[in-house]
């Protein structure tokens, strides 16, 4: 009999929080949770009134490639917002959920035993856990040449990055497409913050300036939960290599990984309309303006932190003795142990959170 799965995979980290939330929660004024990257704002009033008025239409199963006018959109966004050129239909494919990819996509490459995986250095968790799952071994590396030496079937890169923001240049992500497709490598790049930079701008491997003008082994992950404020909906994609989403669409086909149909009408309105992007662009940028010089004013060093939705803060000591020190006064924090031991020293802090607990958590370090 095979040993339970689960018994190959760590524990869920935020189990090890439990007590430091206890303790944030009793403070007199209520929990400030930043731990989380969970978007707390309205879901746009468009994305509501298409999701009711397709909620009657999808009597039947909606097709894993999405629909026509789905695929249009993505081919649209990926051209108008990150540059991406002679993209076809066989080019793109919805997801549901960018977790659920990121967790299976080595089982649907086929990455399995005696195979590497690797992953950047400080990294969010699931990356790890998808590699466990099929079996492989994980390699975490930020060095290029490094990963390609490992000869991996499947590399994941992610900019701007979850937990700590770093974006990487141009030249940083060139040189990942080169090591990967010195050794034959799927390159994965994690895109889902890529609306969110701070400090610098983010680039895409899309990009013909990044990839040669080809896509040849490379994949891009984006999702509409930050970017749309609808991470309850379940909605992402992938853009790149034809080829090969061929091939996780007809493994997809067979595993019924299908995203609702009222969804992707949902995701269709979405990509048209870069307003409501505006929008939330200005309300994490407010909180993030707020914020930081509380964090620094209080005795952090905000380390990378370019862009996405978290400040990568620390005070030089164990991450687990800032987290205690912000539960006592009302903040719970994510752990940088989280995301592999070169975290050990910092906290993830997130900006999705309202307002008021913003300012509620800018007082409280004061």
């Not at 397709?54 to 108008?80: D, E, F, K, Q």
Request: charged share 20%.
């Amino acid at each position: 009999m095979t040993s339970p799965q689960s018994e190959r995979l760590p524990d869920f980290p935020w189990d090890t929080i439990a007590g430091a939330k206890a303790r944030a929660q009793a403070h007199p004024d209520g929990l400030c949770d930043l731990s989380v990257g969970t978007p707390v704002d309205p879901v746009p009033e468009a994305a509501q009134r298409v999701l009711a008025e397709s909620a009657s239409a999808w009597a039947g199963y909606p097709t894993v490639w999405g629909t026509p006018g789905l695929r249009a959109a993505i081919r649209g966004y990926a051209s108008s917002r990150w540059n991406a050129s002679g993209l076809s239909d066989a080019h793109v494919l919805p997801v549901v959920g960018t977790k659920e990819l990121v967790a299976s996509l080595p089982l649907q490459l086929g990455v399995g035993p005696g195979s590497t995986v690797v992953i950047p250095t400080t990294a969010y968790p699931t990356y790890e856990v998808g590699a466990l799952i099929a079996g492989a071994t994980v390699l975490a590396t930020d060095d290029p040449a490094e990963a390609a030496a490992a000869h991996p079937p499947l590399i994941w890169i992610n900019s701007p990055a979850n937990p700590h923001g770093a974006i990487l240049s141009a030249d940083a992500m060139r040189a990942w497409v080169e090591a990967a497709r010195s050794v034959g490598a799927v390159l994965a790049s994690d895109e889902c913050y890529g609306e969110f930079g701070w400090e610098a701008e983010p680039v895409s491997v899309l990009d013909p300036a990044i990839n040669g003008g080809s896509l040849e082994g490379l994949i891009a992950a984006f999702s509409l939960s930050k970017r749309s404020n609808v991470a309850g909906y379940r909605a992402g994609f992938l853009v790149g290599d034809a080829p090969l989403i061929g091939e996780l669409l007809a493994v997809r086909k067979h595993m019924g990984l299908i995203v609702p149909g009222p969804v992707q009408a949902v995701m269709e309105t979405m990509l048209g309309d870069e307003d409501h992007v505006s929008v939330q662009r200005e309300r994490y940028l407010a909180r993030r303006a707020i914020l930081k010089p509380a964090l620094e004013a209080a005795g952090f060093r905000i380390d990378a932190s370019q862009g996405s939705l978290y400040l990568w803060a620390t005070r030089g000591e164990d991450c687990r003795i800032t987290v205690d020190w912000l539960a006592e006064r009302g903040i719970l924090a994510a752990p940088g142990d989280f995301y592999g031991e070169a975290g050990r020293q910092h906290v993830r802090i997130a900006l999705t959170a309202t307002d008021e607990r913003i300012a509620a958590a800018a007082s409280r370090l004061a």
